[in-house]
């Protein structure tokens, strides 16, 4: 995610459809609802990786 905001703003909004900032208030605004949980079986995915 980082990555591609990093490398350029147009890749990230070619491969996100969105803009960067929009892709941050989303984050923020669904972060409480889609936190990971804790398992015994395998590692949970992070917030920013279940919104892509």
């Given amino acids: 995610m980082d990555e591609h905001k990093n490398e350029d703003t147009n890749g990230f909004s070619n491969f996100h459809r969105m ?5 941050q208030d ?3 605004r669904t972060g409480d609802r889609t936190k990971p949980k804790k ?4 590692k949970a995915l992070s917030v920013g ?3 892509q």
Avoid: D, M
């Avoid at 803009?19 to 892709?23: A, M, P, V």
């Fill in 39 to 42: 398992s015994n079986y395998k």
């Fill in 19 to 23: 803009g960067y900032q929009i892709y």
């Fill in 49 to 51: 990786i279940k919104l």
């Fill in 26 to 28: 989303i984050l923020i």
